[in-house]
């Protein structure tokens, strides 16, 4: 568990360092030093991800938010009253509290891509992230102290309330800035549909 941590730890610090360009070095330290409001052009430096590569980023983060609700779900089943190892919900949570810290990093407008017609869009974040970016960062900087209030949370109840608590912020921020969840739906087309013609016949 810790290495596995310790893991997911330095690749978010990766992310966050990529996506910010990252601190120049030798020479270039020089340049960006004497020219600190020059941005970077659609021929920039290949380490601005955001701009290089915003559909790698829009990835990473997903993958980054993947693995962060695994390592909600031994917390959500806590608080339904399943068993659970209290040292394994505090190690996530102190994990899922340091994507959180990189979260609002990992949003930069060029990955503001979402498409409202498409059934599978590019990203499910909104633009409401970038219409309010600093409300956007206030929820992402409450469920980090959501995170580290259950990291030192007492065993039972205290415990499980700290649990709740971290849901609650989670879901506070995807219901304002993520795309909800529709279920699929089924049509008359979908019930009449001959499955025959496609099946093979049988032997």
């Known amino acids: 568990m810790l290495r596995t941590s310790a893991l997911?730890?330095?690749?978010?610090?990766?992310?966050?360092?990529?996506?910010?360009?990252?601190?120049?070095?030798?020479?270039?330290?020089?340049?960006?030093?004497?020219?600190?409001k020059a941005m970077p052009g659609p021929n920039a430096d290949p380490s601005w991800t955001g701009i290089a590569e915003p559909e790698e980023l829009i990835e990473a983060r997903r993958a980054l938010m993947d693995r962060a609700e695994d390592l909600m779900k031994?917390?959500?089943?806590?608080?339904?009253?399943?068993p659970a190892d209290p040292k394994e919900l505090r190690a996530n949570a102190e994990t899922i509290g340091a994507m959180l810290h990189a979260v609002p990093h990992l949003f930069p407008p060029t990955t503001n891509r979402f498409d409202p017609d498409a059934h599978d869009p590019?990203?499910?974040?909104?633009?409401?992230?970038?219409?309010?970016?600093?409300?956007?960062?206030?929820?992402?900087?409450?469920?980090?102290?959501?995170?580290?209030a259950l990291e030192t949370s007492e065993d039972g109840e205290p415990l499980r309330a700290a649990s709740v608590q971290?849901?609650?912020?989670?879901?506070?921020?995807?219901?304002?800035?993520?795309?909800?969840?529709?279920?699929?739906?089924?049509?008359?087309?979908?019930?009449?549909?001959?499955?025959?013609?496609?099946?093979?016949?049988?032997?």
């Open 8 to 36: 997911v730890l330095a690749l978010t610090a990766v992310l966050v360092a990529a996506c910010s360009g990252g601190p120049p070095t030798g020479e270039s330290q020089t340049v960006a030093a004497s020219s600190p």
């Open 74 to 82: 031994p917390i959500d089943s806590f608080t339904v009253g399943e």
């Open 122 to 148: 590019p990203t499910l974040a909104l633009p409401t992230i970038w219409q309010r970016f600093a409300a956007f960062e206030t929820f992402a900087k409450n469920a980090q102290r959501m995170a580290a």
């Open 166 to 203: 971290l849901r609650a912020a989670c879901d506070a921020c995807h219901a304002g800035f993520m795309k909800p969840y529709t279920p699929p739906v089924v049509t008359d087309e979908d019930k009449n549909f001959d499955f025959d013609s496609v099946l093979p016949p049988p032997q």
